[in-house]
């Protein structure tokens, strides 16, 4: 009744695999390792499990009324299930999204990370802010138009490399954020909004961060050359940048501070407004 195309497109790319018809790329693009070949490819088709309903005895006025409510009453799609598709291969068009969606995939991924675990991927499980609101601020607040790095999306497709700068920052920046305010940082047995009661790395407090990213990195790169000083180094003088507030973490991030709650756009923009104006960044 609905759903051929998904399965043809399966059946599609096992035949592609098989007589090795796609090109696949070298190395994952923030990391040197890389399990992308047509073998794991092939696998994970082979094990893959695609869930069908079957419609028994049901004649075509039946099978029309399913076909009907399953497609004019279902629930929107997870806006976090868009970007992982759309940001799964580059696009001339949309390529910001592909370079925040590694970039999410990095940070989550990676053993390096103080983000490690952190994005609820596809929207859903364990972690405390979702791949969607993760990729939509980055790409408003450090790719668009005259923000810090909106160079990068453009450089990376004529094959530049200075998104490879990309995970040297974000490392960076918040693990100055985890020392300075380890206080309201989620502990080891809190992987979930359930457990983890502060809000630094929810919706709010990241929102308001990731915004206060660009001022901060424009500030450093008045004084620095960010590109030849190493993240640790990098990490330092964030440390020493964000100690000068530290005193005002209740305030910022506590459970029951000022801007403790829901994770609207309105308590975001107030943060990002409060840390700007006490690091001097905004007037």
Not at 85 to 109: C, Q, R, V, W
Not at 181 to 200: A, C, G, V
Request: overall charge positive; some cysteine; aromatic content about 14%.
């Amino acid at each position: 009744v609905d759903g051929q195309n998904r399965l043809a497109g399966l059946m599609k790319l096992y035949q592609d695999i098989l007589d090795k018809n796609i090109k696949l790329k070298t190395r994952n693009l923030f990391s040197s390792e890389n399990d992308l070949n047509y073998e794991s490819i092939k696998k994970r088709i082979e094990n893959f499990e695609f869930i069908c309903t079957i419609l028994v005895d049901f004649d075509l006025w039946e099978q029309g009324r399913v076909f009907a409510d399953v497609n004019f009453n279902q629930k929107a799609v997870n806006k976090s299930i868009y970007y992982d598709i759309f940001g799964s291969y580059p696009d001339p068009d949309k390529n910001e999204i592909y370079l925040a969606h590694m970039l999410a995939m990095h940070l989550n991924t990676s053993t390096k990370s103080p983000l490690k675990l952190f994005i609820k991927m596809l929207g859903k499980g364990d972690g405390f802010f979702s791949q969607a609101f993760f990729v939509e601020a980055v790409i408003k607040f450090l790719f668009a138009k005259k923000k810090i790095w909106s160079d990068i999306p453009l450089d990376y497709l004529n094959n530049g490399n200075k998104h490879e700068k990309l995970i040297k920052y974000f490392r960076a920046y918040f693990s100055s954020i985890k020392h300075v305010f380890n206080d309201y940082w989620p502990q080891e047995n809190q992987t979930n909004s359930r457990s983890y009661k502060h809000i630094l790395v929810k919706t709010t407090g990241m929102g308001a961060l990731l915004r206060l990213m660009n001022l901060i990195f424009l500030k450093l790169e008045k004084s620095n050359n960010l590109e030849q000083i190493d993240e640790k180094e990098l990490e330092k003088i964030m440390i020493n940048l964000f100690l000068d507030i530290k005193k005002n973490g209740p305030r910022y991030f506590s459970s029951n501070g000022e801007f403790s709650g829901a994770g609207s756009h309105g308590l975001q923009t107030a943060l990002f407004k409060e840390l700007g104006q006490d690091l001097k960044l905004i007037q």
